[in-house]
């Protein structure tokens, strides 16, 4: 069946402007999670959604960043007033069952561009 | 504050033989490990995951190992093949995290594995 799918796979946008990332999971799966990846580094957790609630934002590196979810559906992930360090791998995974001790299936990833 | 680390930012094997991977952590509330494999321009695949009420466990030609006291683990690939070669990241749950375990995943820095044919 169909894998996790992420759009758009590169993103380059100006410095100061609001870009918004895609992520469709498999169809299915009540948990849906994002994270990202810098140059060089481990993936690092952004939020958690629990169908559409977001139980965890922790992540959030600051409130230029904010994600919905429209049921267990799709997710954006939307970052504002972009910044030169927002540069990186946006990674998206979903999971079949909410909790820990289950595998997340990753999509391939937005890579965001910020000049 | 790296609560996961891979020393090792790569490592080079001959096919056929035995590639090790090692992870340590510091959190001693993770309890579920997990090992996921990256190739270029694509996400993460997971690959085997251990819970800490073991200390093996194997699948194939991959086993991991965990070693609670020394909060250490590591990926046995034997015998290695070229299309192993790609990153290899580390990751750690905690799985009674705020009463309600919902899979956040820490992950390490990645070890660039190159198996030469």
């Known amino acids: 069946g169909a894998g996790v799918s992420q759009s758009p796979s590169n993103k380059v946008t100006e410095k100061g402007k609001d870009v918004e990332l895609r992520c469709d999971p498999i169809?299915?799966?009540?948990?849906l999670y994002w994270y990202r990846q810098r140059l060089g580094q481990g993936l690092e957790f952004l939020i958690y959604?629990?169908?559409?609630?977001?139980?965890?934002k922790s992540g959030l590196p600051s409130d230029r960043f904010s994600a919905e979810r429209t049921g267990e559906s799709v997710s954006t992930l939307t970052i504002q007033r972009t910044q030169q360090e927002d540069s990186a791998v946006y990674l998206c995974?979903?999971?079949?069952?909410?909790?820990?001790?289950?595998?997340?299936?990753f999509g391939p990833g937005t890579r965001l561009t910020v000049t | 504050d790296q609560q996961v680390k891979q020393n090792s930012p790569s490592l080079s094997v001959q096919e056929g033989r035995i590639s090790i991977l090692n992870c340590d952590y510091t959190?001693?509330?993770?309890?579920?490990f997990l090992w996921y494999k990256k190739y270029p321009a694509e996400g993460p695949t997971f690959l085997i995951s251990?819970?800490?009420?073991?200390d093996k466990n194997e699948d194939g030609r991959f086993t991991v190992f965990l070693n609670k006291s020394a909060k250490h683990l590591s990926l046995h690939i034997v015998p290695s093949q070229p299309g192993d070669s790609a990153v290899y990241f580390c990751?750690?749950?905690?799985?009674?995290?705020?009463?309600?375990?919902?899979?956040?995943?820490?992950f390490g820095q990645g070890t660039i594995l190159t198996v030469h044919p």
């Open positions: 995974a979903s999971s079949p069952y909410s909790g820990a001790g289950y595998e997340q299936y």
């Open positions: 169809s299915g799966h009540t948990a």
């Open positions: 959604f629990q169908g559409n609630s977001a139980p965890d």
């Open positions: 959190n001693s509330m993770f309890d579920y």
């Open positions: 251990i819970s800490s009420i073991k």
């Open positions: 990751a750690a749950s905690d799985t009674n995290a705020g009463g309600t375990s919902y899979g956040k995943l820490t």
